[in-house]
């Protein structure tokens, strides 16, 4: 590396750590303050409280890093303006774009781990501490869920679940398998106690099987043999103890693996329905392009803070920020009322904001 992009990357990591700390220092507090009391009652371990902390906090660092990316950018470009150093490198032959490679590579670097955090940490972390939380931050085992239907509308199979638990969702009690014909009829039904999913397939334990004629009629089995087995596996079952752990599971919490594996298991939404999910995946893709759209922009906002008045180029790069989110928020709900196409409102703050940042950029060279 450089000295210059070494020079550049501390002077840039040292106010952009400041502020990422202050929002994140900000938040906690607020959260402490509301369960402070619950808190001494519940005496979690240090450990514990971080990994409390760390799930609460997660879901909102898809704001609070492009808010710490911009005020770093600001910072530093009007620093360096300031003291003539982008003049002077400059003036030795070192173009603009060389100069910002290390803040725009940082912000790289933090949308890609914005992307990471919404996928693999978020959803599950802020799901167990909201519950950790609710339990006044005392270590209790899941409750089991009762009454749960699942519809797999290709093999039309109907499953009716009395009880199981999320912790251990591969073990399901009080089983109910309805097998429709094409014409909606039914042609089966399968009781058990209780159903296990072992070496990728459900075994069915003690099953009883009842067959049915298209009127509905309760008809003697064409498959005796197989019906009296006391355990028997379907390797045709498709479904999968993950279906049945979603049906339970907050939309809040959902990942985008999560949300494409609901909206292909559930093909008879209707089509609000299925906009309004699109647009939430989509939305969790475009997230975390924020990082480096709005340092796009405070870059050129923090050279004219220099140049014209502090003021005009905070306020500048301010209203920016908040044109970005609040267009995001605007789409949002046209997307979800059904009056914009749920993927181009997605996608339309950062398209919008990064042809204006490449604008403002170039301007600068």
């Known amino acids: 590396m ?24 900000i938040y906690v507090i607020f959260e402490l303050f509301d369960s402070f009391n619950r808190l ?68 790289a670097v933090f949308a890609l781990a914005v992307a990471c955090i919404n996928e693999f940490y978020a959803p599950w972390a802020s799901e167990k501490a909201r519950k950790f939380r609710e339990n006044r931050f005392v270590h209790k085992p899941q409750d089991d869920v009762e009454n749960i239907a699942f519809y797999n509308i290709e093999a039309r199979r109907i ?32 009781t058990c106690p209780r159903a296990e999913f072992l070496d990728g397939m459900w075994w069915l334990i003690n099953p009883e099987t009842h067959h049915y004629d298209t009127m509905n009629n309760a008809v003697r089995s ?8 006391t355990l028997r596996s ?16 907050a939309r809040e919490f959902y990942s985008v693996r999560d949300m494409v594996h609901y909206l292909r298991r559930h093909p008879n939404l209707t089509k609000g329905e299925r906009n309004d ?3 939430d995946i989509n939305a969790k893709l475009a997230a975390p392009f924020s990082c480096l759209i709005i340092t796009l922009f405070a870059i050129p906002a923090g050279v004219a803070t220099s140049r014209q008045s502090v003021s005009r180029g905070v306020i500048g790069a301010l209203g920016m920020f908040f044109g970005f989110y609040a267009l995001t928020i605007g789409c949002m709900i046209l997307a979800k009322n059904g009056l914009l196409p749920a993927v181009p409102a997605a996608w339309c703050a950062n398209l919008v904001f990064l042809a204006i940042g490449l604008v403002l950029f170039r301007k600068q060279r």
């Open 2 to 25: 450089r000295i210059l992009s070494r020079y550049i990357l501390r002077e840039f990591l040292v106010p952009l750590s400041y502020c990422l700390l202050g929002f994140l220092g």
């Open 40 to 107: 001494m009652e519940g005496h979690p371990t240090l450990l514990d409280t971080v990994g409390f902390f760390a799930g609460y906090v997660s879901p909102y660092l898809e704001w609070l890093i492009p808010a710490a990316l911009m005020l770093g950018t600001l910072y530093t470009m009007w620093n360096f303006c300031r003291h003539s150093e982008i003049t002077a490198m400059r003036a030795s032959g070192i173009g603009f774009s060389v100069i910002v490679r290390p803040i725009l590579v940082v912000a």
């Open 159 to 190: 499953w009716r679940v009395d009880r199981f638990n999320p912790d251990h969702p591969n073990v399901l009690e009080g089983v109910h398998i309805s097998f429709d014909r094409e014409d909606r009829s039914r042609s089966c039904d399968i």
């Open 222 to 229: 064409p498959t005796p043999e197989l019906d009296a087995l």
């Open 234 to 249: 379907c390797p045709r079952f498709d479904e999968t103890p993950y279906d049945f752990v979603l049906m339970n599971k």
């Open 277 to 279: 999910r699109v647009y």
